[in-house]
């Protein structure tokens, strides 16, 4: 299809009022708020519910709460993350009750969609989206986050201390009369 | 000697009187009679009945192998029976169909004989509602702590829970807590906590096996499994408590915290521990296995396994698995080492080969080394492999294919009787070229380092002369094997095989049943299926064209061997087919 242009008008042909137009826009810019952010010497404060790199929590008392029951593993779609279980003759957990504790737990970060199943799915609160959506490394391998590190950055989170209560109701019964 | 395969060895039963009931309003006719845990004809359950018109009721206790016991409650159901007159004859509708009475309690349906006319209903409110009673009284003390347990995902419990229970709790009382991860025998660990009481664990030990070892002690909410004082759970057996286990009371040490069962990659295999043959699915991931299960197979091993067979695997990972070809002890390839071989094997003189090839290998590859024999005319043999048997399932041979070692003409009725006349061979050197598969002359000592297999699985074989000294006289020695051995250092030629989760092929159990197994997982490094490169080998010798599958080798072994006539490779279906021995 061929457009045909029509001509110019003489005040669009005069030229420096549109010129003085769009300085006009220019300048007042000059005084508003600024909106470009200095990354990454600025750092964006990101919104409530935002879902960034997944990490591992410790509990109140600093245990590990994952027992790697291998269900984000499971739902994880991009297949990021892998759990090594401890074995029969495996490491005991460090937190009273609760017999299992991963082995290894790693999530490729380059795989991570940042979905938040693997959150959604845990059934002992252990792993959540956190505020971190800058993940640098200088090889592929850097970006296989451990079980240490993913703990280190997760921090901790108080929720109920579901295998603690067990116990303490546990050993409240004194009075079962089987002991082993 | 050509055979007609059955595939059962039972003879047909007898016509079978039939009955007709309704369940949930669709009538069927099922036998009067059906097997009971022992085979017995007994009259049928309502349950069996339900189970034949795909019907399946839940249930905990019952198991079709094991006595009924009736007391998980789980498989209530409501019926209703004809009614009689005063004459005893059955009252009619208005439009001729008899008048139903519902019967005014539920009947459990594992333990009540249906009966002529009778209706059972399993779909009602009041069934509904029964089930979600039965489900809560079991879920008072259960600790939930499915995250940590070794059952989750094949468990009963969850899966009736989601199909039946409730949605959520009314209890507010502290549970009951019993001990946690008590130690019940040597391959058994027992939560008290998840247990339901549903005593399958104990009716198999005690009817099954004939080992009385458990029972329950205690009373109401304070229940608990245990072991008889100062009787260890130790018999062969213990690990079938596991899978029928409904709930994950009862778990396996070996597989406890290995893989979370949903991961597991199930291929149908054989176990080859003994003659026995028990079919065995393998359970894997990533190409590590993590455990055998026993698959239901009632022509060979019902539902069980031995716990010395299901533990033997680990060899299947050693570190130390040959895993290079080697020509006089340098790393080479399988293409120089196969057409070197058949250079070699074509010069030989008739009589001056010897074979001695595994009981332990497929039917596919002692075919192939008969071949092998019939071109070079070339003495052959097995080496019996004789152990301690038991009443159910332990064979006292330790080879799973010694059939097959005799019905391809490897060894013969006596086998191992030709071990001598090789030593003596090899002494005055009219033997020059020893072709060894899958056996250590030397040593005959393979996967004996895991948990508890040794002492069951002890192998006693037969002493014969094949010493170092004479292995160092020969010309030509060639060693197939998956494990490094003393032979293999003595060899010319190393050929490192293929354990048979890592390949496919079939063995001839000790009645005869021609099974095949199935591959789990890749071979590791440059280990080869046995049968495929000595496919290679036979095809490069006799010019004859194999096939490059398992299934046209067997297809073609079956028409070569006469006792195998007329079977396929397809035909032999998951359970196998009996032949001729």
Known sequence: ?180 | MSATPTTETKPAPPAIEKIRIKIDGREIEVPKLSPDWQGKPVPTTMLQACKMVRNDIPHYCWHPKLPVAGNCRMCLVEFGTPALGPDRKPLLNADGTPVIRKSPRPAIACATPISPGMEIYTQTPGVKQMREGVLEFLLINHPLDCPICDKAGECKLQEYSLDYGASASRLVEPKVHKPKAEDLGPRIVLDAERCIMCSRCIRFTRDVVGDDALSFVNRGSYSTLTAYPGKPFDNNYTLNTVDICPVGALTSKDFRFQMRTWFLKETKSICTSCATGCNILIGSREGKIHRYTPRENDGVNGPWMCDAGRLHYKWIHREDRLLDVLVRGEKSTWTTALSEMADKLKLAAPGSVAIIASARQTNEELWLLSKLKAKLGAISDSIPRIGKGDHLLLDADKNPNTNGSRLTGISFTEMGINLVKIAEGIASGTIKTLIVFGEDLLMHSVGSDQLGAKELTSEVVQEHGLTAELLGKLETLIVSDILPNATAQYAHYVLPGCAHAEKRGTFTNRDGRVQKFLQAIQPPGDARAEWDFLHDLVYNLTGRSGFQTIEGLFNEMAKDVPAFNGLTWAGLGDAGVTVKI
């Open chain 1, 1 to 180: 299809m061929i457009i045909e242009r029509k001509p110019l008008s003489l005040w669009e042909r005069l030229y420096l009022p549109a010129i003085i137009g769009g300085f006009k826009v220019t300048l007042r810019h000059f005084f508003k708020k600024k909106v470009t952010m200095q990354y990454p010497e600025e750092k964006w404060v990101v919104p409530a519910g935002y879902r960034g790199a997944p990490y591992l929590v410790r509990d109140q008392e600093g245990h590990t709460k994952c027992v790697s029951c291998q269900l984000c593993e499971f739902v994880c779609p991009p297949k990021a993350i892998k759990i090594t279980p401890p074995g029969p003759a495996g490491e005991l957990a460090d937190r009273p009750n609760a017999e299992k504790m991963p082995k290894e737990f790693e999530i490729n970060m380059l795989r991570c969609i940042f979905c938040g199943f693997c959150q959604e799915v845990c059934p002992e609160e252990a792993i959540f989206l956190q505020k971190d959506y800058s993940l640098t490394g200088t090889n592929r391998k850097e970006m296989i986050y451990n079980k240490e590190k993913l703990l280190d950055l997760g921090g901790t989170h108080a929720g109920v201390q579901k295998w603690k209560h067990k116990l303490e109701e546990a050993r409240a019964q004194e009075d079962f009369p089987v002991k082993v």
